[in-house]
């Protein structure tokens, strides 16, 4: 494809999630909910995985392999995270976002909830899935070793995304353990193995993409840009304020746990 070509692709690919974010708004409207966009957004770079199959001519291995791999991912977590919204209602996260607003700049539930939450999902999530989008372009080369390499990292981080969010709902199903910090298990070697499988996931997927050549390499600002939100921005940094007001022992934790990377904790 011509590099006008692949603008037209990525804009439609854009335009194509912002439509499907604008009616989920609208669900959002009547629910007067907007949590459950933390499970449909794994879904939305899978569409986007999928119309991107459906429009370009690249190595059908290389396209295959990206599609399997972000829909067994996207559907994982996407059904993990759905359940979880049905089974708990509304993210106190996102309730303080639009009680802050209304508040401080007296938005409407649906102006914040357009503005600051699926609009803002639609751009984000079409960022990260630059990999799974510019890695179906090119016709070559064949997929090699990066690439197969790019996908063993990628079953990495599914695996140790699952296991980690497996290991936290059963830890949260036993009553004994209200109040207390899950530190064993892959828990034991870092704070947050969900993040961590997931970064794994978008950079493995970025490895098959740059085996292609230059526009499979500039889709690096997708894996870039999901790790600093999941270290730096609206991962850990949030995720651990709420969850130290909770749990007295969380602190002792912090300190010996890795924050994202695994590692042996400290003694």
């Known amino acids: 494809?011509?590099?006008?070509?692949?603008?037209?692709?990525?804009?439609?690919?854009?335009?194509?999630?912002?439509a499907a974010m604008l009616g989920l708004w609208t669900l959002?409207?009547?629910?007067?909910?907007?949590?459950?966009?933390?499970?449909?957004?794994?879904?939305?770079?899978?569409?986007?995985?999928?119309?991107?199959?459906?429009?370009?001519?690249?190595?059908?291995?290389?396209?295959?392999?990206?599609?399997w791999l972000c829909g067994v991912?996207?559907?994982?977590l996407g059904w993990h995270l759905l359940k979880r919204w049905r089974g708990h209602g509304a993210d106190g996260r996102y309730t303080d976002i639009v009680e802050t607003q209304e508040k401080n700049?007296?938005?409407?539930?649906?102006?914040?909830?357009?503005?600051?939450?699926?609009?803002?999902?639609a751009v984000l999530g079409w960022l990260t899935s630059l990999p799974v989008q510019l890695g179906q372009v090119q016709p070559a080369p064949p997929i090699g070793w990066i690439g197969?390499?790019?996908?063993?990292?990628?079953?990495?981080?599914?695996?140790?995304?699952?296991?980690?969010?497996?290991?936290?709902s059963a830890f949260k199903k036993d009553s004994k353990n209200k109040g207390k910090v899950l530190d064993t298990g892959l828990w034991r070697y870092t704070r947050?193995?969900?993040?961590?499988?997931?970064?794994?996931?978008?950079?493995?997927?970025?490895?098959?993409?740059?085996?292609?050549?230059?526009v499979g390499v500039v889709s690096i600002g997708g894996p870039i840009f999901l790790t600093f939100t999941l270290t730096k921005w609206s991962g850990?940094?949030?995720?651990?304020?709420?969850?130290?007001?909770?749990?007295?022992k969380y602190a002792d934790y912090v300190r010996r746990?890795?924050?994202?990377?695994?590692?042996?904790p400290k003694r």
């Open 73 to 76: 991912w996207a559907l994982r």
């Open 192 to 214: 947050h193995p969900n993040y961590f499988g997931d970064a794994c996931v978008w950079w493995g997927l970025w490895l098959i993409a740059a085996e292609t050549g230059w």
């Open 236 to 248: 850990i940094g949030i995720t651990e304020k709420s969850t130290a007001k909770t749990k007295p």
């Open 1 to 18: 494809m011509t590099l006008p070509e692949i603008a037209g692709l990525l804009g439609l690919n854009l335009a194509l999630l912002v």
């Open 148 to 168: 197969w390499i790019g996908a063993c990292i990628v079953v990495v981080g599914i695996a140790f995304e699952s296991i980690g969010d497996a290991q936290l």
């Open 105 to 121: 700049h007296g938005w409407s539930f649906g102006k914040t909830a357009l503005l600051i939450v699926f609009l803002p999902q």
């Open 28 to 67: 959002a409207l009547r629910l007067k909910d907007v949590s459950f966009v933390d499970g449909v957004w794994p879904l939305g770079m899978l569409f986007l995985a999928l119309v991107t199959f459906a429009r370009t001519d690249g190595d059908a291995v290389r396209k295959g392999l990206l599609l």
């Open 257 to 264: 746990t890795s924050a994202f990377i695994p590692m042996p």
